[in-house]
């Protein structure tokens, strides 16, 4: 059975600094890989997926995520953070024909002036 | 493009009584539409797939008796919660996945459905 490590609940951080968000999966085939973004009481709103081909995956609003085969790892980066991505992040994973989610813990990510 | 929205976006309902929740698909037709619910602080954990004309596919340890699911349309899922109690107060939150060959990779989400029962 798939599952989704978001290692950390909480990442504060200052404005126009970098940020990574870490998450790790496991499954036993291979996986598609998403990074969703939730800002408070909205859906869920896609930054970013991984299919197949490249590893490095850039998303919109200047993410980007690596999928590292060999670590299980798929860790979300933004080379300088506004405030305005201050959200909650859900790493998500599935596998075969994609359809089924499976959904990290999140995390919080707190932008500060 | 690519937009899903849900109806209503809270409700507030007695113990006992039941509520409908609609999803819809606004601008494609959604081959599957799924479920999630999210408890405070907490992530989503899928309830149910929903497949046009077919009966939803429940998740283990969801009730079907309780949430029922009813995808009659290309563009239109319902999730009715029966004899709501307190317990059952959540965000529930839909997902449709485009008819379109390469959608079967991107699931859209709306906005969620914020249910307290009192």
């Known amino acids: 059975a798939q599952s989704v490590t978001q290692l950390d609940s909480q990442v504060p951080v200052f404005e126009e600094a970098p940020v990574e968000l870490r998450c790790n999966y496991s499954?036993?085939?291979?996986?598609?890989l998403f990074w969703y973004v939730q800002y408070p009481n909205q859906g869920l709103q896609l930054l970013l997926k991984?299919?197949?081909?490249?590893?490095l995956v850039k998303g919109i609003n200047g993410f980007e995520a690596e999928f590292n085969k060999s670590q299980t790892s798929f860790h979300l980066r933004k080379p300088s953070v506004h405030i305005s991505d201050t959200a909650e992040y859900f790493c998500?994973?599935?596998?075969?024909?994609?359809?089924?989610?499976?959904f990290g813990a999140g995390t919080i990510l707190r932008v500060k002036s | 493009g690519a937009v899903v929205s849900q109806h209503p976006s809270w409700v507030i309902c007695k113990s006992g009584t039941s509520v409908k929740i609609e999803c819809r698909s606004l601008?494609?037709?959604?081959?599957?539409m799924f479920w999630y619910r999210q408890f405070p602080k907490q992530s989503l954990m899928l309830m149910a797939t929903?497949?046009?004309?077919?009966?939803?596919?429940?998740e283990q340890g969801v009730e079907k008796d309780k949430f029922l699911i009813n995808h009659a349309s290309l563009t239109l899922s319902t999730l009715t919660v029966t004899s709501a109690h307190p317990e059952d107060s959540s965000f529930y939150i839909c997902?449709?996945?485009?008819?379109?060959?390469?959608?079967?990779?991107?699931?859209?989400f709306g906005p969620g459905t914020r249910l307290t029962v009192t």
């Open positions: 929903s497949n046009e004309g077919s009966k939803a596919t429940y």
């Open positions: 998500a994973v599935s596998e075969g024909d994609g359809n089924k989610l499976v």
């Open positions: 997902s449709a996945t485009p008819n379109s060959a390469g959608g079967a990779y991107e699931q859209y």
């Open positions: 499954s036993s085939v291979s996986v598609y």
């Open positions: 991984y299919l197949s081909g490249s590893t």
């Open positions: 601008d494609f037709q959604a081959t599957t």
